[in-house]
Nanobody, 126 residues
Framework: QVQLVESGGGLVQAGGSLRLSCVAS????????LGWFRQAPGKEREFVAA????????RYAASVKGRFTVSRDNAKNTVFLQMNNLKAEDTALYYC???????????????????WGQGTQVTVSS
Protein backbone atom coordinates (compact mmCIF):
# COMPACT_ATOMS: atom_id res chain seq x y z
CA GLN A 1 0.00 0.00 0.00
CA VAL A 2 1.42 3.34 -1.07
CA GLN A 3 1.51 6.06 1.55
CA LEU A 4 2.77 9.61 1.45
CA VAL A 5 2.76 11.32 4.84
CA GLU A 6 3.45 15.03 5.13
CA SER A 7 4.61 16.81 8.27
CA GLY A 8 6.15 20.09 9.34
CA GLY A 9 3.25 22.43 8.83
CA GLY A 10 2.18 24.95 11.42
CA LEU A 11 1.58 28.59 12.25
CA VAL A 12 4.33 31.06 11.44
CA GLN A 13 4.60 34.82 11.16
CA ALA A 14 5.13 36.50 7.83
CA GLY A 15 8.81 36.48 6.95
CA GLY A 16 9.40 33.25 8.82
CA SER A 17 10.37 29.79 7.60
CA LEU A 18 9.05 26.26 7.69
CA ARG A 19 10.38 22.98 6.38
CA LEU A 20 7.87 20.44 5.19
CA SER A 21 8.71 16.74 4.93
CA CYS A 22 6.96 13.93 3.11
CA VAL A 23 7.86 10.31 3.79
CA ALA A 24 6.87 7.75 1.20
CA SER A 25 6.34 4.04 1.65
CA UNK A 26 5.08 1.18 -0.50
CA UNK A 27 6.68 2.42 -3.71
CA UNK A 28 10.04 2.60 -5.43
CA UNK A 29 11.04 6.09 -4.40
CA UNK A 30 14.25 6.98 -6.18
CA UNK A 31 12.94 6.60 -9.73
CA UNK A 32 9.94 8.89 -9.30
CA UNK A 33 9.49 12.57 -9.87
CA LEU A 34 7.90 14.21 -6.84
CA GLY A 35 5.91 17.35 -6.37
CA TRP A 36 4.40 19.72 -3.85
CA PHE A 37 1.02 21.31 -4.35
CA ARG A 38 -1.15 23.52 -2.17
CA GLN A 39 -4.77 24.47 -1.79
CA ALA A 40 -5.96 27.62 -0.08
CA PRO A 41 -9.54 27.95 1.23
CA GLY A 42 -11.94 28.61 -1.62
CA LYS A 43 -9.27 28.10 -4.27
CA GLU A 44 -8.22 25.29 -6.55
CA ARG A 45 -5.19 23.20 -5.80
CA GLU A 46 -2.07 24.65 -7.42
CA PHE A 47 1.43 23.51 -8.26
CA VAL A 48 4.25 24.66 -5.98
CA ALA A 49 7.41 22.72 -6.83
CA ALA A 50 8.67 19.47 -8.29
CA UNK A 51 11.91 17.61 -8.75
CA UNK A 52 13.14 14.69 -10.78
CA UNK A 53 13.94 11.22 -9.50
CA UNK A 54 17.63 12.04 -9.19
CA UNK A 55 16.90 15.44 -7.69
CA UNK A 56 19.02 17.13 -10.36
CA UNK A 57 16.15 18.97 -12.03
CA UNK A 58 13.61 21.16 -10.29
CA ARG A 59 10.67 23.32 -11.25
CA TYR A 60 8.90 26.01 -9.24
CA ALA A 61 5.77 28.08 -9.49
CA ALA A 62 6.57 31.71 -10.16
CA SER A 63 4.96 32.74 -6.87
CA VAL A 64 7.46 30.75 -4.79
CA LYS A 65 10.61 30.83 -6.89
CA GLY A 66 13.52 32.20 -4.92
CA ARG A 67 11.78 31.56 -1.60
CA PHE A 68 11.06 27.81 -1.63
CA THR A 69 13.49 24.97 -2.22
CA VAL A 70 12.52 21.38 -2.96
CA SER A 71 14.94 18.55 -2.24
CA ARG A 72 14.92 14.83 -1.58
CA ASP A 73 16.77 12.16 0.37
CA ASN A 74 16.33 8.94 -1.54
CA ALA A 75 17.98 6.93 1.23
CA LYS A 76 15.16 8.01 3.56
CA ASN A 77 12.33 8.03 1.00
CA THR A 78 11.72 11.64 1.92
CA VAL A 79 11.07 14.82 -0.02
CA PHE A 80 11.39 18.24 1.58
CA LEU A 81 10.07 21.71 0.92
CA GLN A 82 12.06 24.47 2.58
CA MET A 83 9.91 27.61 2.69
CA ASN A 84 11.54 30.92 3.51
CA ASN A 85 10.23 34.47 3.66
CA LEU A 86 6.71 33.19 4.01
CA LYS A 87 3.80 35.43 3.09
CA ALA A 88 0.16 35.43 4.14
CA GLU A 89 -0.75 34.23 0.65
CA ASP A 90 1.27 31.06 1.23
CA THR A 91 -1.38 29.93 3.71
CA ALA A 92 -2.77 26.64 2.42
CA LEU A 93 -2.96 22.91 2.85
CA TYR A 94 0.24 21.52 1.33
CA TYR A 95 0.30 18.14 -0.38
CA CYS A 96 3.14 16.02 -1.67
CA UNK A 97 2.62 13.80 -4.69
CA UNK A 98 4.52 11.18 -6.67
CA UNK A 99 4.49 10.34 -10.35
CA UNK A 100 4.73 6.93 -11.96
CA UNK A 101 8.18 5.34 -12.08
CA UNK A 102 10.53 6.84 -14.65
CA UNK A 103 8.04 9.53 -15.65
CA UNK A 104 9.62 12.87 -16.57
CA UNK A 105 9.46 15.87 -14.32
CA UNK A 106 6.58 17.31 -16.32
CA UNK A 107 5.03 20.74 -16.16
CA UNK A 108 3.40 20.55 -12.75
CA UNK A 109 0.02 19.34 -13.93
CA UNK A 110 -1.56 17.57 -10.97
CA UNK A 111 -3.16 15.06 -13.35
CA UNK A 112 0.34 13.66 -13.97
CA UNK A 113 0.76 12.65 -10.32
CA UNK A 114 -0.52 9.28 -9.27
CA UNK A 115 -0.06 9.20 -5.51
CA TRP A 116 -0.99 11.86 -2.99
CA GLY A 117 -0.59 12.52 0.70
CA GLN A 118 -3.27 13.88 3.01
CA GLY A 119 -1.68 17.29 3.40
CA THR A 120 -0.19 19.43 6.13
CA GLN A 121 -1.56 22.86 7.02
CA VAL A 122 0.60 25.95 6.74
CA THR A 123 -0.77 29.18 8.17
CA VAL A 124 1.12 32.43 7.83
CA SER A 125 0.00 35.34 9.96
CA SER A 126 0.59 38.86 8.72
Amino acid sequence: QVQLVESGGGLVQAGGSLRLSCVASGLTFSSRALGWFRQAPGKEREFVAALSGSGSTTRYAASVKGRFTVSRDNAKNTVFLQMNNLKAEDTALYYCAARDRYSPLGTGDEADFEYWGQGTQVTVSS
